[in-house]
C-alpha cells in the first residue's frame, strides 16, 4: 500500500516528506492549501482531527506529530539507517534532540504566525511576534554548540533529526536571522540541499 503524506509547503510536513524520500518509500504527495483553509474542511478532518499537517495514511492507520512519524518512517525502513535502531542510548539522544526541536524551537517559531493559539489581546501578539528572533537565535545557539560532533546533527551519522533541523532552519529568513551566524547550521543546510531526497521532497513540494 502506498502511504499518503499531507502537507503544506512552508511547513514542518517538509521533514516527513524528506525521511520518505530518503527510505525510498512508496508514498504520495497530496497538498492542502493553507490559502483556502483545506486543512480545516470536512475532507480533512475526517483524516486529522487536529486541522494540522502532517498527517501519514499508512496501512495500519494514521499518524500525526512529527517526531511520531520520522520515528515509523525510521523503524519502518531500517535499511535507509535513518536512526541508530541498535543502540538504545544513541537512540534515546536522538529522542532528546527531536523533543527539543517539537517542544521548543518549533513552538519558538511557532509564535510568529500562530500567536492566537496562546493569547487573544492584538498587543500580546506583537510582543510574542517580537521575541521571536531572540528564542530562535538562542535555540540556534544550543544546538550550533551542543551538536554536530560529525557533519550531521547527531555527529558522523546521518539521521531522521537532519531534516527535522534543516526545516526549521529553512525558516530564520522570516525573522531575519542570517543562517551565516551559525556556521555549523549554515554548512548543515548546504549538506542538506546536496542530497538526492532533499531536492525530490522540494521539487514535489515546488508549485506546480
Known sequence: MSMKLYYAPGTIALASHIALAEADADYQAIALDFAKNEQRGEAYLAINTKGRVTALVTERSILTETPAILNFIAQNFPAARLAPLDDAFAFAELQALMAYLSSTMHVATAHFRRA???ADQESSFADMRAKVPQNT???CRL????YFDGPWVMGADYTIGDPYLFTLTGWLERFEID????PKIAAHRQAMQARPAVRRA???QAPA
Open 116 to 118: 492566537a493559539r496562546w
Open 202 to 204: 522540494l521539487a514535489e
Open 143 to 146: 544546538i550550533e554548540a551542543g
Open 179 to 182: 543562517v551565516n551566524e551559525f
Open 137 to 139: 537565535r538562542d535555540c
